[in-house]
């Protein structure tokens, strides 16, 4: 039987089979086209994936103004400033304490062997507070100033027989605080006050490694509302690892405060080595005060992103030492040693958001990221300086030891920072802030992943973050009905606006 014969008779058999035939010749039918979009949605997907990719990049390495998508209709006014201080490389051991903020936006530390400072008769070390811990000594933790300029920083040893105040959680925590370093104690006066009548015992005393050692003491009687004082005459006595000390009343809940004063010409209180600190608002870092009349006029503001990055420009042969980065959860703050050289080896414990054992010579890069939704809402002001609550905001931490200390070190730190704010001033036109953030929030999520490492290797770092995020399906879900390319502002203004 031939082939022909034989479709033929499988075909009268199999009525099922001319069925399927039947259908085939349906499915190869070519389908009606459908009518054409006004914008093609292959087209406005890759528009606004490349608008998303130079929004994100501009998160990571702040580099031009942008606006910070709200919940809400808020009209605001996008901010953007990049500036660069040199750091001081006398010292062994640094640190870099940096705050999205504009209130104490970087704190440089320098932990000094062999450098001698005298304390100033402006210092004051002290504390008010409302009395309900009884007899649990409490150690002074107030950074003194110096006749130079810098300050003096506490440092903690984790003594739960004593406690000091946290500015952070605003309240007294276990801890036993000291000013480290070989200290000359002069007159030391100590000044008290309650709203009732008792007594009072106050100390001068040192740390190490076995406790704490008082050097002397001496018990005040108050009057309710009367203060009283009390000078330690030390005549240079020498002291290891300075404690400043009161013994709270026993008579219960009181309101009661102490602050300690130091004699800067007569007697004064020297010190060598030890922890010094230098703090700066926004506007203190160079090039930026030119910038604070309009943020002046400010009712609210809003920090969203900020890069922090090191650079070590000293000759190759000087170039040794180790450095360690890490952002710091709020709540976690108070963990952080004062001494760089135990912030090293602090960070190195932590399990996440850290990196150690970096290479100096490299110098290094960290971006900011958001910890909650507290984070990216704006802040009302208070007298045009600060915010009217504490920060909740995570901190940036670079630590570094320079191992031997080379003939010049030459180091210098580079902020960028995206801000918006809303004013009164007719000056500038703003903007409306209501989008959708979840993009934004995905942002974040990706940049988490690989936030911070050495400074050669940052700009592939933040390039892989942006491929990430682009080949990220919840990227392209949220692309699909909240970013087009048609909504930026202007070519200088990245905008969220949707």
């Not at 039987?1 to 009525?15: A, E, F, L």
């Not at 802040?379 to 905001?393: C, F, H, Q």
Request: charged content about 20%; proline content about 6%.
């Amino acid at each position: 039987m031939s082939t022909k014969q034989i479709s033929r008779t499988i075909n009268k058999k199999s009525p099922k089979a001319n069925n399927n035939n039947k259908q085939t010749s349906k499915q190869q039918q070519p389908k009606p086209k459908r009518k054409a979009s006004s914008v093609p949605r292959s087209e406005f997907s890759q528009k606004g994936l490349d608008n998303a990719t130079m929004y994100y990049n501009n998160l990571q390495e702040p580099n031009q103004a942008c606006i910070f998508p709200m919940g809400f209709d808020t009209p605001v006014n996008p901010g953007y400033a990049k500036s660069t201080i040199e750091i001081d490389g006398s010292g062994r051991y640094h640190m870099a304490i940096m705050r999205p903020e504009f209130k104490n936006t970087l704190e440089l530390v320098t932990q000094y062997e062999d450098v001698t400072e005298t304390i100033s008769d402006s210092a004051e070390a002290g504390y008010a507070y409302t009395n309900k811990l009884f007899s649990v000594p409490i150690t002074m933790d107030t950074s003194l100033d110096t006749t130079s300029g810098k300050l003096v920083k506490s440092s903690q040893a984790l003594d739960l027989n004593y406690l000091h105040y946290s500015a952070s959680k605003d309240a007294f925590i276990p801890g036993l605080k000291y000013y480290s370093g070989a200290w000359n104690v002069g007159d030391v006066n100590f000044s008290l006050n309650s709203n009732k009548s008792t007594s009072v015992s106050i100390e001068i005393g040192s740390w190490d490694l076995t406790g704490y050692t008082m050097i002397a003491d001496k018990t005040l009687s108050l009057d309710a509302g009367v203060r009283g004082s009390y000078t330690f005459s030390l005549g240079g006595t020498n002291v290891n690892n300075l404690v400043l000390l009161v013994r709270p009343p026993s008579v219960g809940s009181c309101t009661f405060s102490a602050y300690v004063l130091f004699d800067e010409t007569t007697a004064p209180t020297t010190r060598v080595g030890g922890v010094t600190s230098k703090t700066y608002d926004f506007f203190d870092l160079p090039g930026l005060k030119c910038l604070k009349p309009e943020y002046d006029l400010a009712t609210q503001v809003l920090v969203f992103a900020q890069s922090w990055l090191l650079t070590n420009n000293t000759r190759v042969l000087d170039k040794g030492g180790v450095l360690a980065v890490a952002q710091l959860p709020e709540g976690t703050q108070h963990e952080l040693p004062s001494a760089p050289s135990e912030a090293l080896r602090y960070i190195a414990s932590l399990s996440k958001q850290s990196k150690a054992g970096l290479p100096l010579a490299d110098g290094a890069h960290i971006t900011y990221v958001p910890q909650d939704l507290d984070d990216v809402l704006l802040v009302d002001k208070i007298s045009g300086s600060t915010a009217n609550r504490p920060s909740t905001k995570p901190i940036m931490v670079i630590a570094f030891d320079r191992g031997v200390e080379p003939a010049s070190l030459s180091l210098a730190l580079t902020v960028r920072m995206n801000w918006q704010y809303v004013t009164n001033s007719i000056v500038t036109a703003p903007y409306s802030a209501f989008g959708n953030a979840e993009l934004v929030k995905n942002m974040f999520r990706h940049t988490m992943m690989d936030q911070m490492g050495s400074n050669p290797h940052h700009v592939k770092r933040i390039a892989d973050n942006v491929r990430r995020f682009a080949a990220d399906p919840r990227t392209k879900a949220i692309l699909a009905g909240t970013w087009s390319a048609a909504k930026v502002i202007a070519p200088v203004v990245l905008s969220l606006l949707v």
